[in-house]
């Protein structure tokens, strides 16, 4: 026999293999593997789950499958066979932030007979974290545990050989024991944030030679393709930056009657023609008149002057009333400068037309088109709802529902259980011995500015913040309009009407994501300020409820604050820009707010910040500066971003305030605390005992201490407190004769946003009360000499 090379006896023997162990053709394997993955291709943002078979060793007749993920839910057919051998696919919509926390569960019934009598028995669970798909194929199969289903979960394994050397009474809950595994197929393509953030900004105008500016390019904005089929709501930074510098040419570009005159100058002077303290007993009744009028520059230059409550936004773009304009085009001829005056408030009207502030088409068309998945999983709650109340407030209500679901999923507890969970580990945190305060802040001129501009951000709140911390009467007296944001800002903030640019106050239905705020020119430190309010609108809750992570210049933000921020940016930022190369005698601006201003000042400040360069050539001042004084913000943004933009920020947060602590990562490792302190009281003799017997408290207290240590390492990802963050302490009066507390500013590391901690002042130290107290303290601390 002849014998073969060892090549072709290689080649002769794996054909023999292959022929007698009906080993199939791998090369045609792989190619109809790899039509399958071109032809079977999904949309970015979607997860597809193929449910195949299952296998336990608890005896099956007719297995069901519940596959859920936050609000989606699917169910399976029921199977004829014990194995289940499903092959039936099911897709969910998925973002960058759902892929970083949430977890598709899989839940395992055995319904033995269709028809009554017949009982559906909850068999087991298999889970799959979204975050273990980093660095997979697009398309796999693979095998989940499936492990018995209890209503309870128990604690670890470690815990529990720590427990027995104790001599505590305990009531072991069951251990979930491992009874099979269920085999899927995954097809999702693993999100990355987009990481070609361009080094160099274009410039974004060209100035000539006297300052005057013409646009640089015929410039038009990028369109951006919508994830899903829907509008996003927080736009790609590239996008967002396109319509910026549109609208800025339009702005810049675009002619203002009576610019050239020195208003600034005249209107100073005018204010030195006010009768002062000491010449005129009523001179307060001068200074603040009962019925303000509206600032003419700002309406030139395109601030919308809004006060009116749930009236039509038309009514409001009128820059003069018909009376006005017929008493300015038939009055006496005056002087020179009286004539240009007139004709240039004639000519003034619509030059730069207001922005449509409380835009209904973009949030509630935004809602809806988001939370479509609340209406799928629960359509008779959701109609029912839709019956007695508008389709904003049911976009609202779905948005508190979709975030409940993904917050709550696997989370089985009562509300009455959370509130004891909550009340142990308050305990708990009382217990932990407290860390010494850092540095004391010795920055007198900073601190001073900080404390001027907190008034600013306090009476962003308008009328109803003077209400609330019951100041009404000191400032509203004398009024006409007694419900009027426009005179509680002018008399709190002592400035003259016409140094109150803008103003947009109301509540109306659907203008989400967009603030109220007002702007401003502080004469004294000739600065033009923009004040965001905090949360008080319904509405304003949605941004805070809005709290996915979004990928934005190399870090993750807070989409609902980095929506906000986009509107200013885009809407509210040029006219300001225009404002300050027309006033060259302005040389700083300043961005302020508390809680949801705070959060939305302190992302704008980023934005504004890539452009300070092109904002100095503006106003013709190589020391025109930008700053943001942002008081109790929430956490808004990753460590990277941070430190970058340190420089422009400074952030206070008092004592305990919960909401600096507070992002989705914290929250999830909260849940988590919660969760293993229900099932550590029920296993040590129930809430009661733990309340009251010191002992079994101590070992309640090293239990959650070891479960704390390692959810803490867990590392879920964390967003802060933007720039450099000012912690002010609270202590008792050292002095016993003298009652009340002492406030100190000291500077605190990002670290103070690692973890919620839970106090009894927790709630009370984000109110603005509370804010206002401290600041009142910290102005006398901290004067200029």
């Not at 099979?180 to 995954?186: A, D, K, M, P, Y």
Request: charged share 25%; proline share 5%.
């Amino acid at each position: 026999m002849q014998q073969l090379p060892p090549s072709e006896l290689e080649a002769w023997t794996q054909r023999r293999l292959m022929k007698s162990l009906s080993v199939p053709d791998m090369n045609r394997l792989r190619k109809e593997w790899i039509d399958s993955q071109t032809t079977a291709k999904l949309q970015p943002g979607r997860l597809q789950v193929d449910l195949l078979n299952v296998r336990t060793e608890t005896p099956l007749k007719r297995p069901i499958m519940r596959v859920k993920m936050g609000s989606s839910q699917y169910y399976s057919s029921r199977a004829k066979l014990p194995a289940g051998d499903w092959n039936e696919g099911f897709v969910f919509s998925t973002s960058y932030h759902t892929q970083l926390f949430d977890t598709v569960e899989f839940d395992l019934y055995d319904k033995p007979r269709r028809r009554w009598p017949s009982k559906t028995i909850h068999i087991g669970k298999a889970k799959l974290k979204l975050s273990k798909l980093a660095g997979r194929d697009d398309v796999f199969v693979t095998f989940l545990p499936v492990y018995e289903y209890h209503a309870h979960r128990s604690l670890p394994a470690d815990i529990r050989d720590m427990l027995m050397n104790s001599n505590v009474a305990l009531k072991y809950a069951t251990s979930a024991r491992l009874i099979g595994s269920v085999q899927i197929r995954v097809r999702y393509k693993f999100q990355r944030p987009s990481r070609d953030t361009p080094k160099e900004r274009a410039p974004l105008i060209d100035t000539g030679e006297e300052g005057r500016t013409s646009s640089s390019s015929s410039r038009t904005v990028v369109q951006l393709p919508s994830q899903h089929g829907r509008g996003e709501l927080a736009k790609d930074e590239f996008y967002i930056d396109s319509v910026f510098r549109h609208r800025l040419d339009s702005v810049m570009n675009t002619h203002v009657p009576g610019s050239e005159l020195n208003l600034l100058e005249s209107s100073q002077a005018k204010d030195d023609r006010r009768p002062k303290k000491e010449s005129s007993p009523s001179w307060w009744h001068k200074l603040w008149p009962s019925h303000p009028g509206q600032s003419l520059r700002g309406q030139r230059y395109g601030f919308s002057q809004n006060d009116m409550e749930d009236t039509d936004y038309k009514d409001q773009k009128k820059v003069l009333s018909p009376s006005a304009t017929l008493s300015i085009s038939t009055g006496k001829t005056g002087s020179p400068m009286r004539r240009i005056k007139n004709k240039a408030r004639r000519k003034a009207r619509h030059i730069i037309y207001s922005v449509n502030f409380g835009d209904k088409k973009f949030g509630t068309q935004w809602m809806q088109n988001s939370f479509d998945d609340v209406a799928l999983a629960h359509p008779t709650m959701d109609h029912l709802i839709g019956l007695v109340v508008s389709k904003e407030t049911r976009a609202l209500v779905r948005a508190i529902i979709k975030m409940a679901n993904a917050f709550g999923q696997g989370f089985k507890v009562t509300s009455f259980g959370i509130l004891k969970a909550l009340l142990i580990l308050q305990k708990y945190y009382q217990s932990l011995p407290k860390s010494a305060p850092s540095i004391e802040i010795k920055d007198r001129a900073m601190m001073n500015e900080a404390c001027h501009y907190f008034n600013h951000a306090l009476i962003a709140y308008g009328w109803r913040g003077l209400c609330y911390l019951g100041a009404y009467g000191q400032y509203i007296r004398g009024a006409r309009n007694r419900r009027s944001n426009k005179t509680a800002i002018i008399r709190y903030l002592k400035i003259p009407s016409e140094d109150l640019l803008g103003y947009e106050y109301g509540m109306r239905k659907g203008a989400a994501f967009q603030p109220s705020y007002f702007v401003s020119i502080d004469r004294q430190r000739k600065s033009i300020v923009l004040s965001i309010r905090g949360t008080w609108s319904l509405y304003d809750a949605i941004t805070d409820l809005v709290c996915e992570y979004k990928p934005w210049k190399g870090g993750l933000v807070h989409s609902g604050m980095l929506a906000s921020a986009q509107w200013f940016y885009t809407e509210i930022v040029p006219q300001i820009f225009r404002y300050i190369h027309d006033h060259q005698e302005i040389s700083s601006f300043i961005i302020t707010g508390h809680s949801l201003g705070g959060g939305a000042a302190s992302l704008l400040t980023m934005m504004v910040a890539d452009h300070l360069e092109e904002l100095r050539q503006l106003s013709q001042n190589p020391a025109f500066r930008l700053h943001c004084y942002s008081y109790a913000p929430v956490a808004s943004c990753s460590p990277e971003l941070r430190s970058q933009y340190t420089e422009y920020i400074h952030s206070f947060t008092v004592q305990d305030d919960v909401v600096g602590r507070l992002s989705y990562g914290t929250a999830m490792e909260l849940k988590e605390l919660v969760v293993d302190t229900i099932t550590a009281y029920n296993e040590l003799g129930g809430w009661h005992k733990v309340m009251t017997d010191p002992k079994t408290r101590a070992l309640y207290f090293d239990i959650i201490h070891k479960r704390r240590a390692r959810i803490l390492s867990q590392v879920y990802p964390l967003l802060y407190i933007p720039g450099e963050i000012i912690h002010i302490h609270r202590r008792e009066a050292d002095n016993p004769i003298r009652l009340g507390v002492h406030f100190s500013a000291h500077s605190e590391t990002s670290a103070i946003s690692n973890e919620m901690f839970l106090s009894n002042t927790c709630i009370t130290d984000h109110t603005i009360y509370t804010y206002q107290h401290a600041f009142d303290q910290l102005r006398a601390t901290y004067p200029l000499t």
